[in-house]
């Protein structure tokens, strides 16, 4: 695939959604960051079920060790691996007042160092919240970059190291939700919708059904 053909990718995505925001409900970055932790491998859906009863009794860290853990998993026990979760957010919480004053840090290295916080948590985290130009590569982006062609890998660490080298530069900073938005519903897993996909002539998805 050529740069012409990744740039009008890109412009008819972003002609779709000119204003893409994350489907995580948050305000504030200590916000995000507990979602987007909450969120490995479920629904954002189910996390904002979970996230609006719980952040106007405990949105900051200090708040949260104050819950405890048994306190903290009633609110978030619908959703998956909710015990392991429960202990990252305390555990993160904790290393956010002892490490950083309570506040979520704009660097990489930093947010990978709290606990259950990997390069895609930190990616989302740098994207949404601090406007950085990084690309999360969740199972939709995943998809999306080998389905199309846009940037062929066999793992995450491949497929966000070509997006960030071919993704044209003014399409970077909003890139993640782009993918991600036409993999949850167009380019779904099981069945495509290529029939209303506005990339369909130039993605390059060899089973292609209309």
């Known amino acids: 695939m050529n740069k012409e053909k990744r740039f009008e990718i890109m412009k008819r995505l972003a002609?779709?959604?000119p204003n893409p925001v994350s489907e995580l409900e948050y305000r504030t970055p200590y916000e995000l960051l507990v979602a987007v932790?909450?969120?490995a491998q479920a629904t954002?859906?189910?996390v904002n079920l979970a996230t609006r009863k719980l952040f106007p009794v405990a949105n900051t860290p200090k708040a949260i060790l104050a819950l405890g853990l048994e306190g903290l998993i009633p609110y978030i026990k619908?959703?998956?691996?909710?015990?392991?979760?429960?202990?990252?957010?305390i555990e993160l919480s904790r290393k956010l007042l002892e490490?950083?004053?309570g506040v979520v840090p704009d660097d990489r290295e930093a947010l990978e160092s709290l606990p259950g916080v990997g390069r895609k948590t930190a990616n989302v985290v740098l994207n949404v919240a601090f406007g950085k130009p990084t690309i999360a590569v969740d199972t939709h982006i995943f998809r999306v970059s080998n389905r199309t062609g846009f940037a062929p890998g066999k793992t995450v660490e491949e497929v966000e190291r070509k997006l960030l080298k071919f993704m044209p530069?003014?399409?970077?900073?909003d890139a993640h939700h782009w993918l991600l938005l036409h993999g949850r519903y167009c380019c779904k897993a099981v069945k495509p919708d290529c029939a209303h996909c506005p990339i369909a002539e130039l993605c390059e998805y060899k089973k292609k059904s209309f």
Not at 78 to 89: D, M, P, Q, S
Not at 169 to 173: D, L, N, Q
């Open 15 to 17: 002609a779709e959604r």
């Open 37 to 39: 932790v909450l969120s």
């Open 44 to 46: 954002d859906k189910s």
């Open 78 to 89: 619908t959703i998956g691996l909710y015990r392991n979760k429960a202990k990252h957010v």
């Open 99 to 101: 490490d950083f004053d």
């Open 169 to 173: 530069a003014e399409f970077k900073k």
